[in-house]
Antibody, heavy 118, light 108 residues
Framework: EVQLLESGGGLVQPGGSLRLSCAAS????????MTWVRQAPGGGLDWVSA????????YYSDPVKGRFAISRDNPRNTLYLQMNSLRADDTAVYFC???????????WGQGILVTVSS | EIVLTQSPGTLSLSPGERATLSCRAS???????LAWYQQKPGQAPRLLIY???TRATGIPDRFSGSGSGTDFTLTISRLEPEDFAVYYC?????????FGPGTKVDIK
């Protein structure tokens, strides 16, 4: 069974940092593009970042470019999102998802809440 | 950036009725890289349709997608109680990937 489990969320002050993890199981993690999507409270969905299967190709939305870094550890079947210089508008539930957008994100984690507030 | 507009914002229907949801793009979506996702409160989104018209694995055939270019439609032929949710379209033909604002399908 495919499972994605996010961790590392919580409350952080503006300007602070947080690292999210997404532990994958039930599939060959190293064969898939992986993605982060977020959803502000009561809001819609926003694509955040994606990483190629080997980790050498990374992509970011404009609001997070230069502040967030996506990475992966294929032997550990884990996806990461390092979030620096956090702002109040980064407050959201962050989901990891399997796959590339063009083929559809077919499996999602349950989401992890990140709150940026003083 | 391709902006997606979804209409209506809210669709109030009864179980058994047909639902027609629209997603319009500000410019043509290349290769019809348009997907539809369903989201229920407190849950992660669920992939329904990709490539404008291909149903994802395990999606009932009452869900269908159509359209090309700038105009896309998700149709639910007969609403089941579990179909009342928010539906988002997503385009990945242009950079960056963008979502529409969503259509809420609620019970009349």
């Amino acid at each position: 069974e495919v499972q994605l489990l996010e961790s590392g969320g919580g409350l952080v002050q503006p300007g602070g940092s947080l690292r999210l993890s997404c532990a994958a199981s039930g599939f060959t993690f190293s064969s898939y593009v992986m993605t982060w999507v977020r959803q502000a409270p009561g809001g819609g969905l926003d694509w955040v970042s994606a990483i190629g299967s080997s980790g050498s190709d990374t992509y970011y939305s404009d609001p997070v470019k230069g502040r967030f870094a996506i990475s992966r550890d294929n032997p550990r079947n884990t996806l990461y999102l390092q979030m620096n210089s956090l702002r109040a508008d980064d407050t959201a539930v962050y989901f990891c998802a399997r796959g590339a957008a063009r083929q559809g994100w077919d499996y999602w984690g349950q989401g992890i809440l990140v709150t940026v507030s003083s | 950036e391709i902006v997606l507009t979804q209409s209506p914002g809210t669709l109030s229907l009864s179980p058994g009725e047909r639902a027609t949801l629209s997603c319009r793009a500000s410019q043509s979506v290349s290769n019809n890289y348009l997907a539809w996702y369903q989201q229920k409160p407190g849950q992660a989104p669920r992939l329904l349709i990709y490539g404008a018209s291909t149903r994802a694995t395990g999606i009932p055939d009452r869900f269908s997608g159509s359209g090309s270019g700038t105009d896309f439609t998700l149709t639910i032929s007969r609403l089941e109680p579990e179909d009342f949710a928010v539906y988002y379209c997503l385009q990945s033909g242009g950079s960056p990937v963008t979502f529409g604002p969503g259509t809420k399908v609620d019970i009349k």
